[in-house]
């Protein structure tokens, strides 16, 4: 037996047991990816820059709902398979205020002597606080119908549970007196402008004309966008970390018991979670819906899967893990939509998920018990 | 008191079930013609306008004297879009009202288990609107004798659409479709063999899949290419997000599709500036459409009381019933085979075109061409091949 341990052991058993060949795979995967991007990048860097904006475009409305799943995740240790149909009402909410009450123009109905700017965005910022309050509202009202009876109850229940959540938003919302069934035209709060940036500067391009040569196109759209989900990215980390309902969040996920013998109402700290959360899947419904104008009662589930992705890419548990996580599965859609092939975008995707996951079972930023929010 | 109820009930009964026997020993005097359409399941709207456009043809003919000197009666049978009643509906035709010619069925689905019967049983078939090329031809290619369409094949609007692209001088192409759908996919592969043909580019190719939402990436490459023509041959709610989001990444091509556009929830604005190709298009302004127009508009009335406007489904109908009837004329005989025999070599101006039929028994025939600008959908023109 000694004599067995005292060999050396042999090449092939070095491979085995420190997993080199799988290690080495992802090397090469990574280091092919990397010269791919290279590659692109050299071959046409404004087309690159371009594909790149889109991205982020794609991946900071993913980063919004991945928060809601995080934040859920991080406190109640539920996977809220409902999320994306919040997010699908956090759509139609918009549509109903912009299409048929009118909602972003009071602004100017109220205040014709405002600049055009200022009611458009005073007006479009109503719309999309009007979806978050409905969003938070509903998902308040789901969490004490469906969720709160069962916190005591083995997990899979609630995830089941969470599950028929799912169905009932997406199927009550295809019943015709409520949404219905069938694709609606979105339409914009505000007319978009595009700005080509070329290397005598940036110029806004009229509609119709096509862009010069090696030009970056920004719309207002992208632009909107990004903002958007930066501020309320920085006021959750605000929320989560500077004040007192932030501190007893991350006190509950810590150790709940304990949470409520310190005197933290931790039932209304878990409603006060989820309502954030849908709150931010509902802004992201009105951005994704501004961005791809088109609305109908299932579009909540793809989003939704990806989102999922990304915050568990990010570590699940984590606000700047969901945020990166977003943008990497944002980027690596589009980049391999442009650069291997369309039909491949979500096996690239995925791909990233696995290959991350097998090096950082937790994820990015994942450290259980740490940084929860 | 029962007793009487009850030999009146008996005699009603024996009397319904004679009175139509005698009917039917007498007809020797009548030409009858079958219609198989959905008058009930998934699509009985397209049943009832089969309906309308095929007695209108009846009712036409029948008011100049018939054919052959003989009055025609139409026999209708519910076939539900779906194979088993349509087999069930075609069989009832067939054997028991002892049909030789149907018209129908609507959907290709249905209409290709009514072929294989109809070919046994030496009947006519033409079907008003089944797209699919298996409902004509066999699966080893052979082309089924008794059975005809009114309606173009989904691959022939992207020959229109190339011919019309050429013909307003465009040279360059990008085309977008949907992999895993096989009616886009034949009009794209159609489109760009045609384009090709008549001297233009075919500068790029993308496929996405039918649950996309974002096509920044591909359009960006359409920007890119600088093609002059979009053509995506997808349905309606894809062409609204296409259409608005290649607004937004300086998009100039014009965008081009086919008859999957043509729905009242097509975004007149995403699609602006576009056109697409479709069976018929009552802004046409030639006579026979607009003599149809008044025709069917005097017969039927939708439910405020206005004249109907007919759709594709009636005007396809129309037009099948008219060719079915004009061949039996052409043949001279009422003989199915002779009557199929005319049929392949008939030439019809019908409502959507004039129709001769190819080896494939597929017509060949004018599309219409309609263009979306200024959130209307106007008539262009339309495009023989």
């Given at each position: 037996?000694?004599?067995?341990?005292n060999?050396?052991?042999?090449?092939i058993?070095?491979?085995?047991?420190?997993?080199?060949l799988?290690?080495?795979?992802l090397v090469a995967?990574a280091?092919?990816?990397l010269?791919?991007?290279?590659?692109s990048f050299?071959?046409?860097p404004t087309?690159?820059m371009?594909q790149?904006?889109?991205?982020?475009?794609l991946g900071f409305?993913?980063a919004l709902i991945?928060?809601?799943?995080?934040?859920?995740?991080?406190?109640?240790?539920?996977i809220?398979f409902?999320h994306?149909?919040v997010?699908m009402v956090?759509?139609?909410?918009?549509y109903?205020a912009?299409?048929r009450?009118?909602?972003?123009?009071?602004?100017s109905?109220?205040?014709?002597?405002?600049?055009?700017?200022l009611?458009?965005?005073?007006g479009?910022?109503?719309?999309?606080?009007?979806?978050?309050?409905?969003?938070?509202?509903i998902?308040?009202?789901?969490e004490?119908?469906?969720?709160?009876?069962?916190?005591?109850a083995?997990?899979?229940?609630?995830?089941?549970t969470?599950?028929?959540?799912?169905?009932f938003?997406?199927?009550?919302?295809?019943l015709?007196?409520?949404?219905?069934p069938n694709?609606?035209?979105?339409?914009?709060?505000f007319?978009?402008?595009?700005w080509v940036?070329?290397t005598?500067?940036?110029?806004?391009?009229p509609?119709?004309?096509?862009p010069?040569?090696?030009s970056?196109?920004?719309?207002?759209?992208?632009?909107?966008?990004?903002?958007?989900?930066v501020?309320?990215?920085?006021l959750?980390?605000?929320?989560?970390?500077?004040?007192?309902?932030g501190?007893?969040?991350r006190?509950?996920?810590y150790?709940k018991?304990?949470?409520?013998l310190?005197g933290?109402n931790?039932?209304?700290?878990?409603s006060?979670?989820f309502?954030i959360g849908?709150a931010?899947a509902?802004a992201a419904?009105?951005l994704?819906a501004?961005?791809?104008?088109?609305?109908y009662?299932?579009?909540?589930?793809?989003?939704g899967?990806?989102a999922?992705?990304?915050?568990?890419?990010g570590?699940?548990?984590s606000i700047?893990?969901a945020l990166?996580?977003?943008?990497?599965?944002?980027?690596?859609?589009?980049?391999?939509a442009?650069y291997?092939s369309t039909?491949?975008?979500?096996?690239?995707?995925f791909s990233?998920?696995?290959?991350?996951?097998?090096?950082?079972?937790?994820?990015?930023?994942?450290e259980?018990?740490?940084?929860k929010? | 008191m029962?007793?009487?109820l009850?030999?009146?009930?008996?005699?009603?009964?024996v009397a319904?079930?004679?009175l139509p026997?005698?009917?039917g020993?007498?007809?020797?005097?009548?030409?009858?013609?079958g219609?198989?359409a959905?008058?009930s399941?998934?699509v009985?709207?397209?049943?009832v306008?089969?309906?309308?456009?095929?007695?209108?043809a009846?009712?036409?003919?029948?008011?100049?004297?018939?054919?052959?000197?003989?009055?025609?009666?139409?026999v209708?049978?519910?076939?539900?879009?779906?194979a088993?009643?349509?087999?069930?509906a075609?069989?009832?035709?067939?054997?028991?009202?002892?049909v030789?010619?149907i018209?129908g069925?609507?959907c290709?689905?249905?209409?290709?288990?009514?072929?294989?019967i109809?070919n046994?049983?030496k009947?006519?078939?033409i079907s008003?609107?089944?797209t699919?090329?298996?409902?004509?031809?066999?699966?080893n290619?052979?082309?089924k004798?008794?059975?005809?369409?009114?309606?173009?094949?989904?691959p022939?609007q992207?020959?229109?659409?190339?011919?019309?692209?050429?013909?307003?001088?465009?040279?360059?192409?990008?085309?977008?479709?949907?992999?895993g759908?096989?009616?886009?996919?034949?009009?794209?592969?159609?489109?760009?063999?045609?384009?090709t043909?008549?001297?233009g580019?075919?500068?790029g190719?993308?496929?996405?899949t039918?649950?996309?939402?974002?096509?920044?990436?591909?359009?960006?490459k359409v920007a890119?290419s600088?093609?002059e023509?979009?053509y995506?041959p997808?349905y309606?709610?894809?062409?609204?997000?296409?259409?608005?989001q290649a607004k937004d990444?300086?998009?100039?091509?014009v965008m081009m599709?086919?008859?999957?556009?043509?729905?009242?929830d097509?975004?007149v604005?995403?699609a602006?500036?576009?056109?697409?190709?479709?069976?018929?298009d009552?802004?046409d302004t030639?006579p026979i459409?607009?003599?149809?127009?008044k025709k069917?508009?005097?017969?039927?009335k939708d439910?405020k009381?206005?004249p109907?406007?007919?759709d594709a489904?009636?005007?396809?109908?129309?037009?099948?019933?008219?060719?079915l009837?004009?061949?039996?004329?052409?043949?001279g005989?009422?003989?199915?085979?002779?009557?199929?025999?005319?049929l392949?070599?008939i030439s019809?101006?019908g409502?959507?075109?004039?129709?001769t039929f190819d080896?494939?028994h597929?017509p060949?025939?004018?599309?219409?061409v309609?263009?979306?600008?200024?959130g209307?959908?106007?008539f262009?023109?339309?495009?023989?091949?």
């Amino acid at each position: 037996m000694n004599a067995a341990i005292n060999q050396k052991p042999s090449l092939i058993e070095t491979v085995i047991r420190k997993r080199l060949l799988g290690k080495g795979f992802l090397v090469a995967v990574a280091l092919l990816a990397l010269w791919k991007l290279v590659i692109s990048f050299l071959a046409g860097p404004t087309i690159f820059m371009q594909q790149v904006v889109n991205g982020f475009q794609l991946g900071f409305v993913y980063a919004l709902i991945a928060l809601g799943y995080t934040m859920v995740y991080g406190i109640v240790k539920l996977i809220n398979f409902a999320h994306g149909d919040v997010f699908m009402v956090g759509a139609f909410a918009s549509y109903y205020a912009i299409s048929r009450f009118g909602l972003n123009t009071w602004p100017s109905k109220v205040l014709p002597g405002l600049p055009v700017w200022l009611s458009t965005a005073v007006g479009v910022i109503t719309v999309i606080l009007l979806s978050m309050v409905t969003c938070a509202l509903i998902a308040f009202t789901i969490e004490r119908i469906a969720y709160k009876p069962l916190r005591n109850a083995p997990r899979i229940s609630a995830l089941i549970t969470a599950i028929g959540v799912s169905f009932f938003l997406e199927y009550f919302g295809a019943l015709p007196m409520v949404f219905g069934p069938n694709f609606v035209t979105y339409q914009r709060p505000f007319p978009v402008v595009e700005w080509v940036i070329t290397t005598s500067g940036i110029s806004q391009l009229p509609p119709g004309v096509a862009p010069p040569d090696n030009s970056l196109i920004i719309s207002n759209i992208s632009l909107y966008i990004i903002i958007i989900s930066v501020l309320l990215v920085f006021l959750l980390n605000f929320i989560v970390m500077r004040t007192r309902v932030g501190k007893a969040m991350r006190a509950t996920a810590y150790d709940k018991p304990t949470s409520r013998l310190m005197g933290i109402n931790v039932d209304g700290i878990i409603s006060v979670t989820f309502a954030i959360g849908a709150a931010l899947a509902g802004a992201a419904g009105v951005l994704y819906a501004i961005a791809f104008p088109q609305v109908y009662f299932v579009m909540g589930i793809i989003p939704g899967l990806k989102a999922f992705v990304a915050a568990v890419l990010g570590g699940i548990g984590s606000i700047p893990g969901a945020l990166v996580g977003a943008l990497i599965i944002g980027e690596a859609e589009v980049l391999s939509a442009a650069y291997i092939s369309t039909p491949m975008r979500d096996a690239v995707a995925f791909s990233i998920l696995v290959i991350v996951l097998l090096v950082r079972p937790t994820g990015i930023f994942g450290e259980p018990s740490r940084e929860k929010a | 008191m029962s007793k009487r109820l009850l030999a009146i009930v008996t005699l009603v009964l024996v009397a319904s079930f004679i009175l139509p026997a005698c009917g039917g020993g007498a007809g020797g005097g009548t030409i009858k013609v079958g219609l198989l359409a959905p008058l009930s399941g998934a699509v009985p709207t397209f049943g009832v306008s089969t309906q309308e456009g095929t007695t209108m043809a009846v009712n036409e003919w029948n008011a100049k004297g018939g054919v052959l000197g003989k009055k025609i009666e139409l026999v209708v049978a519910d076939s539900q879009c779906s194979a088993d009643p349509a087999v069930n509906a075609a069989n009832k035709l067939i054997d028991q009202d002892k049909v030789q010619y149907i018209v129908g069925e609507v959907c290709s689905s249905a209409s290709i288990p009514v072929s294989e019967i109809v070919n046994q049983k030496k009947v006519v078939q033409i079907s008003p609107t089944s797209t699919n090329a298996g409902v004509t031809v066999d699966k080893n290619g052979v082309v089924k004798p008794f059975t005809f369409r009114a309606c173009f094949i989904d691959p022939f609007q992207g020959l229109v659409m190339a011919k019309f692209a050429s013909t307003k001088g465009f040279k360059t192409a990008f085309i977008m479709y949907d992999q895993g759908n096989d009616y886009t996919r034949g009009l794209a592969e159609a489109f760009e063999k045609s384009f090709t043909q008549l001297g233009g580019q075919v500068v790029g190719k993308e496929t996405y899949t039918k649950t996309d939402t974002d096509f920044s990436a591909i359009l960006t490459k359409v920007a890119d290419s600088k093609a002059e023509v979009l053509y995506l041959p997808d349905y309606y709610n894809i062409v609204n997000l296409v259409g608005a989001q290649a607004k937004d990444k300086g998009v100039t091509a014009v965008m081009m599709g086919g008859d999957g556009w043509d729905s009242a929830d097509l975004d007149v604005k995403a699609a602006d500036g576009g056109f697409y190709s479709n069976h018929y298009d009552p802004g046409d302004t030639r006579p026979i459409v607009q003599d149809w127009l008044k025709k069917y508009g005097a017969a039927y009335k939708d439910d405020k009381g206005q004249p109907k406007v007919p759709d594709a489904l009636a005007t396809l109908a129309y037009d099948a019933t008219n060719l079915l009837i004009a061949a039996i004329q052409k043949a001279g005989t009422t003989d199915p085979t002779k009557v199929a025999e005319a049929l392949a070599g008939i030439s019809w101006e019908g409502v959507s075109g004039t129709i001769t039929f190819d080896a494939q028994h597929n017509p060949i025939k004018a599309a219409a061409v309609i263009g979306v600008s200024g959130g209307e959908k106007k008539f262009v023109e339309s495009i023989a091949p």
